[in-house]
T-cell receptor, first 112, second 114 residues
Framework: DAKTTQPTSMDCAEGRAANLPCNHSTISGNEYVYWYRQIHSQGPQYIIH???NNETNEMASLIITEDRKSSTLILPHATLRDTAVYYCIVRPYNNAGNMLTFGGGTRLMVKP | DSGVTQTPKHLITATGQRVTLRCSPRSGDLSVYWYQQSLDQGLQFLIQ???????AKGNILERFSAQQFPDLHSELNLSSLELGDSALYFCASSAGTVNTGELFFGEGSRLTVL
């Protein structure tokens, strides 16, 4: 998997948007950007993924820059339950032999 | 609830012992993955099975082994346990027959080796 770089930690006020950045400057043309999160000691949870277009689902929005070298995960109205470690992962889609490789992630703390 | 079931949730054992962790994937999922998460290593991929056959192997120690049974449940066997094997062990499964990167994780089995 291409290497990703994320800030170690971030704070966000409850009710505000949380914008989590990720740099993936060596991403290849066939690699997607995936986001997972892990709430304290629970199993990681899939959030969203995308190739080059912006994506939105019920959990979050994913904004990928035009050159695809970076992306931002947006939680539009963060709640205390969104406090978690957020992992940005790049990998080829539909590749049975290429596992999800988790880095250090960003520890998001949502504060009242 | 991801639909992936792991047992036991907690396990305490002594060095040198052997344990078996069990995973039931989501209904219909053919692939099962095992990950280890320790404090100093983060989430590490161990091994993947697809429909009973080993498909990919990560940094899995020789003391560890896994298998997937005909009913698709999987077991991770850890032997000659060492203190450093204390960790959370997660099982995940993927939808359908193709690994699209969307994995569904169980709640994990916390192993403590004393």
């Amino acid at each position: 998997d291409a290497k990703t770089t994320q800030p170690t930690s971030m704070d966000c006020a409850e009710g505000r948007a949380a914008n989590l950045p990720c740099n993936h400057s060596t991403i290849s043309g066939n690699e997607y950007v995936y986001w997972y999160r892990q709430i304290h000691s629970q199993g990681p949870q899939y959030i969203i993924h995308g190739l080059k277009n912006n994506e939105t689902n019920e959990m979050a929005s994913l904004i990928i820059t035009e050159d695809r070298k970076s992306s931002t995960l947006i939680l539009p109205h963060a709640t205390l339950r969104d406090t978690a470690v957020y992992y940005c992962i790049v990998r080829p889609y539909n590749n049975a032999g290429n596992m999800l490789t988790f880095g250090g992630g960003t520890r998001l703390m949502v504060k009242p | 609830d991801s639909g992936v079931t792991q047992t036991p949730k907690h396990l305490i054992t002594a060095t040198g012992q052997r344990v078996t962790l069990r995973c039931s994937p989501r209904s219909g999922d053919l692939s099962v993955y095992w990950y280890q998460q320790s404090l100093d290593q983060g989430l590490q991929f161990l091994i993947q099975y697809y429909n009973g056959e080993e498909r990919a192997k990560g940094n899995i120690l020789e003391r560890f082994s896994a298998q997937q049974f005909p009913d698709l449940h999987s077991e991770l066997n850890l032997s000659s346990l060492e203190l450093g094997d204390s960790a959370l062990y997660f099982c995940a499964s993927s939808a359908g027959t193709v690994n699209t990167g969307e994995l569904f994780f169980g709640e994990g089995s916390r192993l403590t080796v004393l």
